[in-house]
């Protein structure tokens, strides 16, 4: 199984970046899709979740309104779209596959956003 992350990078506050996340070697259709976050010296942290058909998405209440979760099951991938970052948004972003009803999973390696001026 390889869950991989791609996209993140050093961005302005108030600047976009958009993380993308390719599955391979599991059901797509049989995972829920999540994005986690940890900043340094803090613990890590739900940021989003879509469903394994994709209906029905959560945000935590730090990135609502500013963040957008998509998924194409088709292409086996899960993105976040970050509009109106924050400095407080700096964190390693982790993409989670997740067993239905469980949370048993397949993490991504991370990649780094980091929101500075």
């Known amino acids: 199984v390889q869950v991989v992350e791609s996209g993140g990078g050093l961005v302005q506050p108030g600047g976009s970046l958009r993380l993308s996340c390719t599955v391979s070697?599991?059901?797509?259709?049989?995972?829920?899709m999540k994005w986690f976050r940890q900043a340094p010296g803090k613990e890590r942290e739900f940021v989003a979740g879509?469903?394994?058909?994709?209906?029905?998405?959560s945000y935590a209440e730090s990135v609502k309104g500013r963040f957008t979760m998509s998924r194409d099951n088709v292409r086996r991938t899960v993105a976040l779209q970050m509009n109106s970052l924050k400095v407080e948004d700096t964190a390693v972003y982790y993409c989670?596959?997740?067993?239905?009803?469980?949370?048993?999973?397949?993490w991504g390696q991370g990649t780094q956003v980091t929101v500075s001026s």
């Open positions: 989670k596959a997740e067993e239905i009803s469980t949370t048993n999973g397949y």
């Open positions: 879509v469903t394994s058909d994709g209906g029905r998405k």
């Open positions: 070697g599991l059901r797509f259709t049989w995972y829920v």
